[in-house]
């Protein structure tokens, strides 16, 4: 009979709602407590979500060096294999110091933010995750997985199943109302926002993708935002007349389905929120428009003068540095930014749409750190990776297949940069770490345990993490000293 761990049922899930309310009272007194004693400390801490939809292909990002684990490798990928050696240099692997791994040649400057070199000289900030992937439960070996006794996520290679899952972290299939960023905020946006009194209100999620399950908690939601500041839906700004009734029927419009039309909780939840944008509207646009100036740099200035590439995902992450920017202006000690970057289900031409793809991914996220650097926001920002799900090892012809494990990044001041963590399977077909079907991996390292090494950091204590991560105790302690994973410095 499955254990409670394997599979929440409705009780469960309503428990989740009810733990919330005696989280938040338990939070408030906490933050009364941590007032008397002279508060939490100054810094600010913002987690970014980079979410890569349609399933990266991340086994041609993360690759093996060594001869042997190499010759497995392009033996599995053939004609998609990265060469080591080819004549022109541009196009071999990018070796990853004293790891015995490299990147795709597209990634020039994650290489070096892993290998402390060009940009980074002297201060390492990235550090990469190896098999991570949906769990219930630990997988130890591929005879378990066959076994049929463990508990596996539904439909594990569907895109839409998938994503859900990397959101909720809630990989049973059930129908799950909130994501573990909008938990998170439930346990924590009274804790450590308390600079927000009186009716001053600002949410402490903040999407460039619209309305993301991932930062949609019991009470608390997501602030919708685009590259040129907070949502709006008729373009036009002043407070004239004809400007305050338009915005009055727009939020008309928005918030009366809330009581009248809709029947499903989730779609309730978005129409409060987006609301709630655009009453939050002008507040958040006034404070985006003019950053000012942070730790004696103009935020402009910075980011005018960063080597964004010349790609639309470049928007989203000057919006994102504005946002963090200005996060004392908003009263927020605690923040999440949630940007989506499309496009990766490379069925065919893989080659050619990974490498421009990892290209515009890789100047991107060089570009955002280095802003992150030069305004002082580095050591109190952590960007991560998700993805639906890795692809398959062998080539369909010209592209690759959905599967279920690949490899994610994580950077930023508080990482542990030129580290590798998690466990690096066998890459050959039929292998010990295949479950088949042309080369699928199982993971080793769950999802769970990614997401609570980062809470941890955030400030989500162990005793909310079984609420805002409800398998997490099946692969560890919320209570331990050590880090889970041990990505962090």
Same mark, same amino acid.
Request: with cysteine; aromatic share 8%.
């Given at each position: ?5 394997? %599979? ?19 939070? +408030?007194?906490?933050? /009364?407590?941590?007032?008397?004693? $002279? ?30 684990? =190499?010759?497995?490798? #392009? ?5 998609? #294999? ?8 541009? &196009? ?8 015995? =791994? ?9 290489? *070096?933010?892993? /290998? ?39 439909? +594990? ?43 001053? =209100?600002?949410?402490? &999620? ?48 928005? #918030?009366?389905?809330?009581? *009248?039309? =809709?029947?499903? +909780? %989730? ?22 428009? &003019? ?57 065919? *031409? ?11 991914? !890789? ?12 305004? $002082? ?33 994580? +950077? ?17 077909? !039929?292998?010990? !770490? ?14 769970? *345990?990614? %997401? ?38």
């Amino acid at each position: 009979m499955p254990s409670r761990r394997q %599979f929440l049922g409705e009780a469960s899930c309503a428990a989740i709602g009810s733990t919330s309310v005696l989280s938040t009272l338990l939070n +408030l007194t906490m933050a /009364n407590h941590a007032a008397a004693q $002279g508060g939490f400390g100054s810094q600010r801490k913002s987690l970014v979500c980079l979410f890569l939809s349609g399933g990266c292909d991340t086994f041609n990002f993360l690759i093996p060096t060594e001869p042997g684990p =190499y010759a497995e490798y #392009a033996a599995a990928r053939s004609n998609l #294999a990265i060469p080591l050696n080819d004549p022109n240099p541009s &196009n071999n692997i990018i070796p990853l110091t004293g790891t015995g =791994y490299g990147l795709h040649p597209s990634c020039v400057h994650l290489a *070096e933010m892993f /290998n402390g070199t060009g940009s980074f000289t002297g201060k390492k900030r990235l550090a990469l995750l190896a098999n991570v992937g949906t769990l219930i439960e630990p997988i130890a070996s591929k005879q378990d997985y066959l076994s049929g006794n463990i508990a596996l996520p539904k439909a +594990l290679f569907s895109h839409r199943d998938q994503i859900e899952q990397w959101q909720t972290s809630v990989p049973q299939g059930m129908q799950v109302l909130s994501g573990w960023g909008g938990r998170a905020a439930d346990v924590i946006h009274s804790t450590f926002n308390t600079e927000q009194t009186g009716n001053y =209100y600002m949410p402490m &999620n903040f999407s460039l993708a619209g309305n993301s399950a991932f930062q949609i908690g019991r009470s608390e939601g997501q602030f919708v935002i685009t590259g040129n500041g907070a949502l709006t839906f008729d373009g036009s700004t002043g407070n004239s007349a004809v400007n305050q009734a338009k915005t009055q029927v727009t939020q008309d419009t928005v #918030a009366s389905p809330i009581e *009248e039309h =809709y029947r499903n +909780l %989730f779609q309730r939840t978005h129409g409060r929120i987006t609301a709630n944008s655009i009453e939050r509207g002008a507040e958040f646009q006034q404070h985006f428009d &003019n950053p000012g100036t942070l730790n004696s740099q103009n935020v402009d200035a910075v980011i005018a003068a960063a080597p964004f590439p010349a790609h639309w995902i470049s928007d989203q992450f000057r919006a994102a540095v504005k946002t963090i920017a200005i996060r004392e202006q908003l009263k927020l000690a605690r923040q999440t930014i949630f940007i989506e970057f499309g496009g990766w289900d490379h069925h065919a *031409e893989l080659l050619t749409n990974q490498r421009n793809m990892l290209g515009a991914l !890789d100047g991107a996220l060089h570009a955002f750190q280095i802003c992150l650097e030069n305004l $002082g926001l580095s050591d109190d920002v952590i960007t991560f990776t998700c993805s639906d799900f890795g692809r398959t090892l062998r080539s369909n012809g010209q592209g690759t297949d959905h599967a279920w494990s690949g490899n994610q990044l994580v +950077l930023g001041g508080p990482v542990q940069g030129g580290v590798i963590r998690g466990s690096f399977p066998s890459l050959v077909i !039929d292998g010990p !770490d295949d479950i088949g079907r042309g080369g699928r991996i199982f993971p080793k390292l769950s999802a769970d *345990e990614y %997401f609570c090494e980062l809470l941890r950091w955030f400030g989500v204590t162990a005793g909310d993490m079984d609420m805002v991560l409800p398998n997490i105790r099946n692969f560890y302690d919320p209570a331990s000293s050590s880090h889970p994973v041990n990505f962090l410095a």
